[in-house]
Antibody
Framework: EVQLVESGGGLVQPGGSLRLSCVAS????????MTWIRQAPGKGLEGVAN????????DYVDSVKGRFTISRDNAQNSLFLQMNSLRVEDTAVYYC??????????WGQGTLVTVSS | SYVLTQPPSVSVAPGQTARITCGGN??????VHWYQQKPGQAPVLVVY???DRPSGIPERFSGSNSGNTATLTISRVEAGDEADYYC???????????FGGGTKLTVL
């Protein structure tokens, strides 16, 4: 069974940094695009960043470009999101999700990022 | 950018049929996926490619997609179906995911 487990969330002040991690098991991690998706409290879902199987092709939602960096380590079955210059509006639960094609078939349980002074 | 519009809420009695719509410009030309999210849990894929079900999803969940509207249909609704439901497409012009705003299904 595919499992995705996120970690690294927490409370950070505006302007601060956090690094999220997602460890995958139960399938060949390197076969799939991966995506970070976030959900602000009481709000809907928003795609944040995508990365291809080899880690070379990446793209970001406009609101995080230049501040967030997605990466992966296929040898460690791990996905990362480096978040710098955090803003209050980045407060959300961050999910990693496996992306075969245009859909998301497996999601992690999420990790909460709170940006507040 | 591409916009998907869902009704904020839908209510249905147990045993009845719930229909949740997802509107978008010519959405019938895209593959639509649907997710169920219960409080405090991660979303779960319940319908993909308009009308396919992942393994383990009951046959009561089905979908359709034509013109400017996609629809998730839940037959014989149960109390356990109460959740938020999100539609999703991939917007090829921007190469980004697009989610609808979500619909809260209440089982009366």
């Amino acid at each position: 069974e595919v499992q995705l487990v996120e970690s690294g969330g927490g409370l950070v002040q505006p302007g601060g940094s956090l690094r999220l991690s997602c460890v995958a098991s139960g399938s060949t991690f390197s076969d799939y695009w991966m995506t970070w998706i976030r959900q602000a409290p009481g709000k809907g879902l928003e795609g944040v960043a995508n990365i291809d199987q080899g880690g070379t092709e990446k793209d970001y939602v406009d609101s995080v470009k230049g501040r967030f960096t997605i990466s992966r380590d296929n040898a460690q079955n791990s996905l990362f999101l480096q978040m710098n210059s955090l803003r209050v509006e980045d407060t959300a639960v961050y999910y990693c999700a496996r992306r075969p094609g245009s859909l998301f078939d497996f999601w992690g349980q999420g990790t909460l990022v709170t940006v507040s002074s | 950018s591409y916009v998907l519009t869902q009704p904020p809420s839908v209510s249905v009695a147990p045993g009845q049929t719930a229909r949740i719509t997802c509107g978008g410009n010519n959405i019938g030309s895209k593959s639509v996926h649907w997710y169920q999210q219960k409080p405090g849990q991660a979303p779960v894929l319940v319908v993909y490619d308009d009308n396919d079900r992942p393994s383990g999803i009951p046959e009561r969940f089905s979908g359709s997609n034509s013109g400017n509207t996609a629809t998730l249909t839940i037959s014989r609704v149960e109390a356990g179906d109460e959740a938020d439901y999100y539609c999703q497409v991939w917007e090829s012009s921007t190469d980004h995911v697009v989610f609808g705003g979500g619909t809260k299904l209440t089982v009366l």
